[in-house]
């Protein structure tokens, strides 16, 4: 059948029907998949399949997701977050979510990609769910199922580039251009000729996932690779399109960018020339906390490295406000200013900082279990909004490794090659980096629910779970601003958040602590925390969470 | 003598006496220009020479600039608006500026270029005045007779590129970066690694203008050609720096942006979002009004040819605000908000709409004595700053056409073969389109002042005279919101300004124009306008001025 013109680049067809198969041809050639394909059940290069939306059977009428401002997030990949690697696996693990205290689960990419396993990066059909996850209606099952358990659903999408093969969009219009270079080649055209269908494609791809699959949000993918210089930058766009729907629908809905801008225009609302997006992550405070707790400072670390830092983060939001950083060779950044910390993300660990790693280690195989509890508490306590990434909260023996399954061969050589490449410019030696389209790499980093009955495991779990639960009942942890005292050398730092004050001690000797207040001990990573007259003693490498109203 | 690291890429020297003529060896190279030379008395390629700033006897120690808000811009080619085309020549004709009401002097880039003439977009010792022009002395001597007449001086500069002949900046440190491209190559770094010392040197040169030079206000070309993600856009650096010596000696300082974005982003204040600029060219007046009087229709003023477009420039500012151009294939700008029309220039013609023509035609070559006096008319009536090109005000019979003079044989081929190739896409002959680097394409640019005495010539300087006058006298004229009413068959146009009416018939035959108020016909553009009881009647292609108080 043919597509009738509509003028400006869209062409038209009467949609197939529920379940049937089709593809298009462009100008006789071969069969290519629809760009906005609903659903790719043989793969990228395969025919898309039709999808009638309304036709599922939710059951989530009443649900309203939680605010941002107190959510718990918890990052998750449906290919290694269980054995089975799929949407309707992970359904029966949100009990274990529930209990945990997770508010908002985030999922990694789910969009079609090349072959079978892939962290979702590489995703080419951007509207279809994943055929080896479940397709269209397990994705929908997995959203219903959280919301039932109370737990709202975000969804990270790729919206700066598109993956290396099955990449179809370029035939279709001008949806790349060569003016702007981005890590994976020509920039997604976002300002260029025809750049409107270009930008309609992805903002209708968010408005699909919040309105089709009931998503309470979108994670955007590095939106620092979005070079737009026009009037309205496609995030103002977005967020516009998104605020509309908020509005017609009364749902509560949030926009989440991954920025390595520190530019709280991403933040800032429309009319004090931002672009109104909801948070962002924040990786000045991880890379503060991690460099505190394992001592590394190769690659990006080096920009980092002392409690003086983390206390800026606390304080002020981005540690990198303008000044200089050695690592980008340039100042970094502009300060926060008036938009608040609680739309930053802060968390111990993302999928990045473990998956960039050549061996994908998680912070639980860089330092020990105290300074993990550690890190833990800094992260539920801190004035933004926690973050997790799955298995962290029982310390995961299992790796999150770079992984691929390029059909290609020519490809997955060069991917896996890359990958060492990029290695050995740091030191490693070819065989310790996992090879990507090696199918171990991909097993070895699935999540072992065995584990956790295990007493190391539990005690981390425990430790999580209580200060979940300490954030979810402490309002004054969302909203009262951090002041932070630390001493640099002594390797102690104490955060008041309200009545509250967390006092850590990241040395490996016992601490005194100058501390005014009458403090009665709520919790602690370690047991033997002594409250003196004028004194606090932490052991040694612990946190203490204290009742200390002024 | 050898230069000392004082790190982070800073390298200095004693500096060198003034009058010194000195040169750089880098790693042992051949000699090359510091790329801060104040001086290029031989070229491009040659020695630099020391200039104590200090030393030139200013007589303008009580000079103000007037505010540019009640601004009459005059745009000046220090090569073509004398026969000598110099400096000093140019100080001859401040009385001809004075007497016609201009207020602010625009001088086309005179940094050091390749060759004797050009139109200084192809500068590259951007802190040095050309040495065909005069130098620093005598840049100076026209800066201070300037002042001594009354007039603010503004210059051009250029800092989206530099000229493809004598660039040696690349060897001193990482000035460009191909992450994007520009229609001159590689874009200037302006964001990534070593920027900060980049974006200091055009920060440095613009300060030294204004403070060396006495300059009151810088004209930055075309602004969208420069990229910068990062969290403080350079644009608002460059506001800052200007703003804090504005502060520190209490002169009126001025930005105005050539840009192509129709973005009121870069004249919001930065607590706004903004970048803090004062004023911005807008062509989207231009090109409504141009394509008014001409009837031309191809390359850009495709987008444009109504009367309801020029109201729509007059009334909001932008016409693009969001809206669909066709010759982009996008939509283009956002409306300007809050921010004023005062703040964007409005001209009938500028060297760009004259020059970037294949034959470099003035607007008075193009039609009629009575459509250029209706142009006139509105360009000094409308709520812009208006800017005026040498010659504009006497109709000068001159063209102004593309013109370089590259030593460099190559390069001088490759720049006439260019111009042909671009000119042929549109259906010019090559024998039609003159050659840049032919030296009678430069001299018959020149203005020919002996024709102002002609009669034409007199009528329409008389009417441009008449014109500034008006509206320098009439504040309504700034300040005024415009009401525009206009009919589109009718060809006619009203615009109120406060208690005046201008009104314009484009047309070839006599109008009629509904006319409530009560009103005095205060000049007009040809003689014959009838004020009836209900109706204005308005001869063919003329314009009228009418105080009508409501």
């Given at each position: 059948?043919?597509?009738?013109?509509?003028?400006?680049?869209?062409?038209?067809?009467?949609?197939?029907?529920?379940?049937?198969?089709?593809?298009?041809?462009?100008?006789?050639?071969?069969?290519?998949?629809?760009?906005?394909?609903?659903?790719?059940?043989?793969?990228?290069?395969?025919?898309?399949?039709?999808?009638?939306?309304?036709?599922?059977?939710?059951?989530?009428?009443?649900?309203?997701?939680?605010?941002?401002?107190?959510?718990?997030?918890?990052?998750?990949?449906?290919?290694?977050?269980?054995?089975?690697?799929?949407?309707?696996?992970?359904?029966?693990?949100?009990?274990?979510?529930?209990?945990?205290?997770?508010?908002?689960?985030?999922?990694?990419?789910?969009?079609?990609?090349?072959?079978?396993?892939?962290?979702?990066?590489?995703?080419?059909?951007?509207?279809?769910?994943?055929?080896?996850?479940?397709?269209?209606?397990?994705?929908?099952?997995?959203?219903?199922?959280?919301?039932?358990?109370?737990?709202?659903?975000?969804?990270?999408?790729?919206?700066?580039?598109?993956?290396?093969?099955?990449?179809?969009?370029?035939?279709?219009?001008?949806?790349?251009?060569?003016?702007?270079?981005?890590?994976?080649?020509?920039?997604?055209?976002?300002?260029?000729?025809?750049?409107?269908?270009?930008?309609?494609?992805?903002?209708?791809?968010?408005?699909?996932?919040?309105?089709?699959?009931?998503?309470?949000?979108?994670?955007?993918?590095?939106?620092?690779?979005?070079?737009?210089?026009?009037?309205?930058?496609?995030?103002?766009?977005?967020?516009?399109?998104?605020?509309?729907?908020?509005?017609?629908?009364?749902?509560?809905?949030?926009?989440?960018?991954?920025?390595?801008?520190?530019?709280?225009?991403?933040?800032?609302?429309?009319?004090?020339?931002?672009?109104?997006?909801?948070?962002?992550?924040?990786?000045?405070?991880?890379?503060?906390?991690?460099?505190?707790?394992?001592?590394?400072?190769?690659?990006?670390?080096?920009?980092?490295?002392?409690?003086?830092?983390?206390?800026?983060?606390?304080?002020?939001?981005?540690?990198?406000?303008?000044?200089?950083?050695?690592?980008?060779?340039?100042?970094?950044?502009?300060?926060?200013?008036?938009?608040?910390?609680?739309?930053?993300?802060?968390?111990?660990?993302?999928?990045?900082?473990?998956?960039?790693?050549?061996?994908?280690?998680?912070?639980?195989?860089?330092?020990?279990?105290?300074?993990?509890?550690?890190?833990?508490?800094?992260?539920?306590?801190?004035?933004?909004?926690?973050?997790?990434?799955?298995?962290?909260?029982?310390?995961?023996?299992?790796?999150?490794?770079?992984?691929?399954?390029?059909?290609?061969?020519?490809?997955?050589?060069?991917?896996?090659?890359?990958?060492?490449?990029?290695?050995?410019?740091?030191?490693?030696?070819?065989?310790?980096?996992?090879?990507?389209?090696?199918?171990?790499?991909?097993?070895?980093?699935?999540?072992?629910?065995?584990?956790?009955?295990?007493a190391q495991h539990t005690e981390l779990l425990d430790w999580y779970r209580a200060l979940i639960a300490f954030r979810r009942q402490t309002p004054a942890l969302r909203s009262a601003p951090a002041e932070v005292s630390f001493d640099e050398a002594g390797?102690?730092?104490?955060?008041?958040?309200?009545?509250?004050?967390?006092?850590?001690?990241?040395?490996?000797?016992?601490?005194?602590?100058?501390?005014?207040?009458?403090?009665?001990?709520?919790?602690?990573?370690?047991?033997?925390?002594?409250?003196?007259?004028?004194?606090?003693?932490?052991?040694?490498?612990?946190?203490?969470?204290?009742?200390?109203?002024?």
């Amino acid at each position: 059948m043919d597509m009738q013109p509509r003028g400006n680049g869209w062409w038209t067809a009467p949609a197939p029907s529920a379940g049937a198969d089709y593809a298009l041809l462009l100008d006789g050639g071969p069969s290519v998949p629809d760009p906005r394909s609903p659903w790719q059940p043989f793969g990228v290069h395969g025919p898309s399949r039709a999808v009638d939306h309304a036709a599922f059977p939710w059951t989530d009428r009443h649900w309203q997701a939680p605010p941002l401002e107190s959510a718990i997030v918890y990052e998750l990949h449906v290919g290694t977050f269980t054995p089975e690697g799929t949407f309707e696996a992970a359904v029966r693990h949100i009990p274990h979510l529930r209990d945990l205290g997770i508010t908002h689960v985030e999922l990694m990419p789910v969009g079609e990609f090349p072959g079978d396993w892939n962290w979702g990066y590489d995703g080419v059909d951007i509207y279809a769910p994943h055929h080896a996850y479940g397709g269209p209606d397990g994705l929908k099952r997995l959203v219903d199922a959280l919301h039932a358990s109370g737990i709202a659903a975000i969804l990270d999408v790729v919206y700066n580039h598109l993956g290396p093969l099955g990449n179809y969009l370029a035939r279709f219009g001008p949806y790349f251009t060569s003016r702007f270079h981005t890590p994976w080649g020509d920039a997604v055209n976002l300002s260029e000729s025809g750049c409107a269908q270009v930008r309609r494609f992805f903002v209708d791809n968010a408005l699909m996932w919040l309105r089709d699959y009931h998503f309470d949000g979108l994670r955007l993918d590095a939106v620092h690779a979005m070079v737009d210089p026009s009037a309205t930058h496609f995030l103002e766009e977005l967020a516009n399109s998104v605020e509309q729907l908020q509005r017609e629908t009364g749902r509560h809905l949030c926009l989440i960018a991954e920025s390595d801008l520190n530019d709280p225009r991403l933040l800032r609302s429309a009319e004090s020339g931002g672009y109104g997006l909801d948070a962002q992550w924040s990786d000045d405070f991880h890379h503060a906390l991690h460099t505190l707790l394992t001592g590394e400072s190769s690659g990006y670390y080096t920009d980092f490295g002392s409690i003086g830092q983390l206390a800026k983060a606390i304080t002020n939001g981005y540690i990198y406000d303008g000044c200089y950083s050695r690592y980008r060779g340039r100042p970094h950044g502009r300060p926060l200013g008036s938009v608040s910390h609680s739309r930053l993300l802060g968390y111990l660990q993302s999928h990045d900082q473990v998956g960039n790693r050549a061996a994908g280690e998680r912070i639980s195989h860089l330092c020990s279990l105290d300074l993990v509890k550690i890190g833990a508490a800094l992260v539920m306590t801190a004035p933004f909004i926690p973050m997790l990434f799955q298995g962290e909260e029982w310390g995961a023996t299992t790796p999150f490794q770079y992984f691929t399954n390029h059909p290609d061969p020519d490809l997955g050589r060069a991917v896996s090659e890359g990958r060492q490449r990029e290695f050995s410019d740091f030191g490693w030696p070819a065989a310790d980096v996992p090879d990507p389209q090696d199918p171990e790499t991909f097993l070895r980093s699935k999540l072992n629910w065995a584990e956790i009955a295990g007493a190391q495991h539990t005690e981390l779990l425990d430790w999580y779970r209580a200060l979940i639960a300490f954030r979810r009942q402490t309002p004054a942890l969302r909203s009262a601003p951090a002041e932070v005292s630390f001493d640099e050398a002594g390797r102690y730092l104490l955060m008041r958040r309200g009545d509250f004050v967390i006092a850590v001690n990241f040395s490996k000797a016992w601490r005194g602590v100058p501390f005014d207040s009458g403090a009665q001990v709520l919790d602690a990573s370690k047991p033997g925390i002594e409250t003196l007259d004028k004194e606090l003693r932490l052991p040694p490498e612990s946190a203490a969470i204290l009742r200390a109203p002024r």
